[in-house]
């Protein structure tokens, strides 16, 4: 099965595909719909991020890459609706971007993501954050409503 993934610098040596960084978790979404995969990728073009390639890549390769670098990937099926915080991330970014264009120089030693690194929505932090985060989520997505 085809999915879509949004990556970065496409067709480079510095190539990254796009995850959420919740809590300690590094997540790539698979989009089954090109059109869903396009409409988040112009959603961080308009927060000012890096604006991502649509491309499609077998659903098998995005797992089993996933599963080298100790990542989580997500389908994000066609007609999918959210219901809960979480889950309106699968179709809308976070406000905040981690603003880094060149993940390999630029890798923190610390952190445990593989060599060839990825860019992120979210910097890196620690578990307590993540509910406050939820909460500052959820509160700028009602606010859209």
Known sequence: MQVFVLLFNSGTENEGIH???IGEQNIVLMFEE?????????LLEA?????PSVESIDREEVEEFCSSANYESRLVPKG????????RLLIAPPQRNLEQTNWDEE?????SAPESGSPQDEPSQPASDAGSDLDDIRRRL???L
């Open 19 to 21: 995850t959420l960084n």
């Open 34 to 42: 090109e059109d869903d995969a396009t409409r988040y990728s112009l």
């Open 47 to 51: 927060q000012d991020f890096m604006t």
């Open 80 to 87: 999918f609706v959210p219901e809960d915080e979480f889950d």
């Open 107 to 111: 890798q923190d030693p610390e952190r």
């Open 142 to 144: 009602e606010g859209l």
